[in-house]
């Protein structure tokens, strides 16, 4: 068996990187080239310095990349299957449209990144900070967010059936047409989100907040809401059919035209007059008792 050693720009290949060295775009190309696409190693890159580096197309995948000041980086297009950025500081970096497939991306900074179009399918972005980040049309199914923070992002026609979300901040984020069909979002933060026509069908939603959120259209089929907190909601004309909204508080929620056949709404609380305005079919009651 051959075993490679490289040295480029100060970066050694199995060995330990002196703290931020600056790398530049021919030294990656050199680095990178000794490690094949189907390579189950990556390149050693933790600690580096890729500031505002045009780092496009690249092959990252295995990359160890933990700790690394990627701020501002081009990485479009790139390769970061396996990738581990855990730590790493992505604030205002474009990965729009990068296979980022089972990375890591825990408690990474990533304030305001471009990750468009991004394949982030089982990547694992716990404890991220990604406010305000563009995350339109990606691909995040059976990622892993727990505790993000999604405040103020765009995650509209994003696909993230199969998420885990518990506890994630989504607070003013755009959900519009997202697809959330069986994600776990318990105890997240979801206050003014726009959701409209948005999948959460057979998502697990237990104690989440949806103050004054939009979530017209929405397909809550079979969600589970107990004891959500959607005072001021706005449910008017979503699917709800077979949903759990058990000790919900849904005071003030719109609910004009919302299709609530088959829902338990046993021991929540909401306005009369509002409800009188569902589409109820064997809607169980907040006092256990049954519609028509």
């Given at each position: 068996?051959?075993?490679?050693?490289?040295?480029?720009?100060g970066?050694?290949?199995?060995?330990?990187?002196?703290?931020?060295?600056?790398?530049?775009?021919?030294?990656l190309i050199k680095?990178?080239?000794?490690?094949p696409?189907?390579?189950?190693?990556?390149?050693?890159?933790?600690?580096v310095n890729?500031?505002?580096?045009?780092?496009r197309?690249?092959n990252?995948?295995?990359?160890?990349?933990?700790?690394?000041?990627?701020?501002?980086?081009?990485?479009?297009g790139?390769?970061?299957t396996?990738a581990?950025?855990?730590?790493?500081?992505?604030?205002?970096a474009?990965?729009?449209?990068?296979?980022?497939?089972?990375?890591?991306?825990?408690r990474a900074?990533?304030?305001g990144?471009?990750?468009?179009?991004?394949?982030?399918?089982?990547?694992s972005l716990?404890e991220?900070?990604l406010?305000?980040?563009?995350l339109r049309?990606?691909d995040?199914?059976?990622a892993?967010?727990?505790?993000?923070d999604?405040?103020?992002?765009?995650?509209s026609h994003?696909?993230?059936?199969?998420?885990?979300?518990?506890?994630?901040?989504?607070?003013?984020?755009?959900?519009t047409?997202?697809?959330?069909?069986g994600?776990?979002l318990?105890?997240?933060?979801?206050?003014?989100?726009?959701?409209d026509?948005?999948?959460?069908?057979?998502?697990?939603?237990?104690?989440?907040?949806?103050?004054?959120?939009?979530?017209?259209?929405?397909a809550?089929?079979?969600?589970n809401?107990?004891?959500?907190?959607?005072?001021?909601?706005?449910?008017?004309?979503?699917?709800?059919?077979?949903?759990l909204?058990?000790?919900?508080?849904?005071?003030?929620?719109?609910?004009?035209?919302?299709?609530?056949?088959?829902?338990?709404?046993?021991g929540?609380?909401?306005?009369?007059r509002?409800?009188?305005?569902?589409l109820?079919?064997?809607t169980?009651?907040?006092?256990?008792?049954?519609?028509?």
């Open positions: 068996m051959h075993h490679f050693y490289l040295f480029v720009a970066v050694g290949i199995g060995t330990n990187i002196p703290p931020m060295p600056d790398l530049s775009r021919s030294d680095l990178l080239a000794v490690f696409a189907n390579a189950k190693m990556g390149a050693r890159l933790s600690g890729l500031r505002e580096l045009d780092l197309g690249l990252f995948t295995h990359a160890d990349l933990v700790g690394s000041d990627l701020t501002g980086a081009n990485l479009t790139a390769f970061l396996g581990d950025f855990s730590r790493a500081v992505l604030d205002g474009d990965l729009s449209g990068v296979q980022a497939v089972e990375a890591c991306f825990d900074r990533m304030t990144a471009r990750l468009l179009l991004a394949n982030l399918t089982s990547a716990a991220a900070d406010p305000g980040a563009l049309g990606a995040a199914q059976r892993r967010f727990k505790n993000a999604l405040s103020a992002a765009d995650l994003a696909h993230l059936q199969g998420a885990r979300m518990q506890g994630v901040q989504l607070t003013d984020a755009d959900l047409a997202a697809e959330l069909d994600a776990e318990n105890d997240a933060n979801l206050d003014r989100v726009r959701a026509g948005a999948c959460f069908a057979g998502a697990h939603l237990l104690k989440a907040s949806f103050l004054d959120a939009n979530l017209r259209h929405a809550l089929r079979e969600a809401f107990s004891g959500a907190f959607l005072m001021g909601a706005d449910l008017s004309e979503a699917t709800c059919s077979r949903a909204f058990r000790e919900a508080n849904l005071s003030g929620a719109k609910l004009r035209r919302a299709h609530l056949s088959q829902v338990s709404l046993r929540a609380i909401y306005d009369e509002l409800l009188r305005e569902a109820l079919q064997e169980i009651l907040a006092d256990g008792t049954r519609s028509a």
